[in-house]
């Protein structure tokens, strides 16, 4: 209940000393010359137009992705409520995570470019993503097993 009411204490300190700035009016028959979305979907929108994801495939693996978040509640019925315990769920928590947080600052970093292997900036924040995501399983999995072999 502390952590909560600490966690809406910080909300109202970061609005009230940054508030919302609207951005000018949007003119149809002026639109800007790159449209970009909400943060909330940059890393889905970047995703999509990453060369090599045909929009069909892309529309379908996000669709898949989120009937399994859908389902967790269903498939994982154990008792134990702490995701050092549950490594592999957890482990997928952080791989999707990772993925998404990259996709998301590529794309404010590069707008209107379409992800490419062959681009230095998407390799590089592809690399980065999958290796923290990577480093984050193997800690989650090292864990795991230090728990299990105190609980022994």
């Known amino acids: 209940m502390s952590l909560a009411f600490a966690v809406i204490g910080l909300l109202a300190i970061f609005v009230a000393l940054f508030p919302l700035q609207l ?3 949007f003119d149809p028959f002026h639109p800007p010359a790159i449209l970009e979305p909400e943060w909330y979907f940059m890393g889905v929108y970047q995703f999509l137009k990453t060369q090599g994801v045909q929009p069909l495939y892309g529309v379908l693996i996000l ?3 989120g009937i399994f978040l859908l389902a967790v509640p269903f ?3 154990g008792s134990e409520r ?3 315990r549950r490594p592999m769920f957890a482990a997928v928590a952080f791989v999707v995570a990772a993925e998404f947080l990259g996709l998301t600052i590529y794309g404010y970093l590069s707008p209107g470019q379409v992800g490419s292997f062959t681009d230095p900036g998407f390799t590089t924040a592809f690399l980065v993503t999958n290796t923290a995501a ?3 399983v193997f ?5 795991n097993r230090r728990i299990r072999s105190f609980e022994k």
């Open 23 to 25: 951005g000018k009016k």
């Open 63 to 65: 669709a898949c992705l």
């Open 75 to 77: 498939i994982d019925q």
């Open 82 to 84: 702490r995701p050092l």
């Open 134 to 136: 990577a480093v984050l």
């Open 139 to 143: 800690l989650v999995l090292y864990a």
